[in-house]
């Protein structure tokens, strides 16, 4: 094989190829010019250029999204490889796989005042569950070869990062004979033993066991499709809408559940036991309220430490998530009586939710948008996945159905930036189902880079919901009292997406009322190419009838 002429870009790729990598993203530089040549020679390695190394991290982020297999993002020295960083801090706390490789200048010369060199050893020191600098002269071509598979083992629950410095000329060929890797794969981790620990079978071993299921934002798994018709009937459960557990017992709204829990003797309801899994519900107010139960926290899953999401201590069973739930659910009498009465509360909140909602004089707002794209999105052509920007993307996303194999956002750190790119990465995995991304109009400009890759994603669509700035600042207290809101606080930069659309390539589309949603909807979504739909909502008034509709709701369920 014909390649860069440096082992320590052959050697680290190549074994990173044996072990199953078949993704790489790149952006232009110089330094990692050995691993770039390295990953086009290579006849398993699929190559994605991205402008910018921020981008291309999250673009490898969403390549490890659906199949859990890490993708390689690589940059060049300095500033550059400080912008992986962001995709990593996410890729850490999202609990998905990415191997960074970062190219850097000899060791011996970092100090003698050269461009682009930063301290790059030990860079993600915090967010990587794997660092090494891989000196190829230092190191033989076996050490090269073991670190790599190293790191490949380690980036099965979230990222690590590779360091390579790299001597002058960086552009020169040579032939390499292939090698054969001694296996030295390291086997799937053994969970725990399969069996509940006794303190957490004593909560379900009871006439009447008194649990609440939390499931958090996880990886699809085909176990969960499975869980979703029979958990609600055996235990009482709060899913998030990303859990991708879905059944008529089960909500994703966070607030629709409290503000059902405003109208009820909270008593009869108070768990004593709350197991979580996947990453922490979005709501604050949420874990507020179950914090105030003073119940025991389990954390089911094998994939990192269980998060104290309440602040009073939590104990974890660390077996794979799925598998544990389902053994538990087998644990659990087929009636119970709890879970029984929260699916009675889930019942009226649905029923006083739809009376509320006939009752509410509801302008065009952004939950006329949402709405109308819950009941249009995936009725043509069923999608393959649906991403929500963070902000107000993905708090309305918990208000309504969804016709999507996959629904997603980066809940990791939650930041807006990498949103679009991560769907494009999603997008890049599986070109044979569509990709929808809905955004807000500031996430949308944070991450236009995330358009600007080669190849491009031809099943690819984005929703820009325009309402001026996000709208996330007007649910908050304080922007509006200090006098800074639209100052300082939410800044409406765009005016509308037409231009930034013609600048990605991406076919336009606009509606600023739901007449003209319902009239260009069709023509976005039939479009063969990438294309961009806009809708404008008047941001002040999205906010106050959200408001006014969460209040109507907890009104009418004290009152009801």
């Not at 995709?87 to 003698?112: C, M, N």
């Not at 109208?263 to 309220?289: F, N, Q, T, W, Y």
Request: proline fraction near 6%; charged fraction near 20%.
């Amino acid at each position: 094989m014909k390649s860069s002429s440096h082992p320590g870009a052959f050697h680290v790729l190549d074994a990173l190829a044996s072990c199953g990598l078949r993704d790489v993203v790149v952006s232009p530089g110089s330094r990692h010019a050995p691993l770039v040549i390295a990953a086009e020679a290579h006849a398993q390695l699929r190559v994605t250029i991205a402008l910018d190394e921020r981008t291309a991290g999250y673009v490898a982020l969403g390549m490890g999204l659906s199949n859990r297999i890490p993708a390689v993002v690589i940059s060049t020295s300095g500033t550059a490889a400080v912008n992986h960083g962001p995709a990593i801090a996410e890729a850490h706390f999202q609990r998905t796989p990415l191997i960074s490789i970062t190219a850097d200048r000899p060791v011996g010369r970092r100090h003698e005042g050269l461009g682009q060199v930063v301290r790059q050893q030990h860079l993600f020191q915090a967010h990587a569950l794997w660092e090494g600098e891989l000196d190829e002269t230092m190191m033989s071509e076996s050490v090269l070869r073991s670190q790599a598979q190293q790191a490949w083992n380690a980036a099965c629950c979230g990222p690590v990062h590779i360091n390579i410095p790299f001597e002058e000329p960086l552009y020169e060929l040579r032939e390499w004979e292939d090698v054969q890797d001694e296996a030295d794969l390291e086997p799937a981790v053994l969970p725990e033993e399969m069996t509940i620990p006794e303190d957490l079978l004593d909560h379900l071993c009871t006439h009447d066991p008194r649990v609440l299921v939390l499931l958090g934002a996880h990886a699809p798994d085909s176990t969960w499709a499975a869980l979703s018709s029979v958990i609600s009937t055996k235990v009482a459960t709060f899913v998030d809408v990303f859990s991708q557990v879905r059944g008529e017992d089960l909500d994703g709204s966070a607030e629709r559940v409290l503000a059902g829990l405003s109208g009820v003797d909270l008593e009869e309801l108070k768990p004593h036991c709350i197991i979580s899994a996947g990453l922490p519900p979005m709501s604050k107010a949420l874990r507020k309220k179950l914090a105030s139960f003073h119940a025991d926290h389990w954390h089911i899953g094998s994939d990192g430490e269980g998060w104290d999401l309440f602040g009073q201590g939590v104990q974890q069973w660390k077996v794979p998530a799925p598998e544990g739930m389902m053994l538990l659910l087998d644990s659990l009498p087929e009636y119970n009586a709890f879970a029984a009465g929260w699916n009675v509360l889930m019942d009226r909140i649905h029923a006083v939710e739809k009376r509320v909602l006939a009752s509410f004089d509801m302008p065009w707002s952004d939950w006329s948008a949402f709405s109308a794209l819950s009941r249009a999105l995936g009725v043509s052509h069923p999608l393959g996945a649906l991403h929500f920007a963070n902000s107000t993307s993905a708090r309305y996303a918990q208000w309504f159905p969804w016709n999507a194999a996959r629904l997603h956002a980066n809940r990791g750190v939650a930041g807006i930036d990498g949103c679009l790119s991560t769907a494009v990465g999603d997008a890049r995995m599986h070109p044979d189902h569509e990709v929808v991304l809905i955004t807000g109009d500031s996430a949308w400009l944070y991450d236009l880079n995330g358009l600007m890759v080669k190849p491009m994603p031809l099943n690819l669509k984005v929703i820009v919901i325009n309402n001026g700035g996000g709208n996330i600042f007007h649910w908050l207290n304080g922007p509006k009292e200090v006098g800074m809101l639209e100052s300082h606080f939410e800044v409406p930069f765009l005016k509308d997406a037409a231009s930034s659309a013609a600048l990605v390539g991406l076919a336009y589309f606009r509606a600023n009322d739901a007449a003209e949603l319902e009239n260009v909807f069709d023509a976005w979504s039939n479009n063969k190419a990438p294309a961009l739909l806009e809708i404008q909502t008047p941001g002040a008034t999205s906010s106050r009838c959200f408001q006014e509709l969460q209040e109507a709701l907890g009104k009418e369920m004290q009152t009801g």
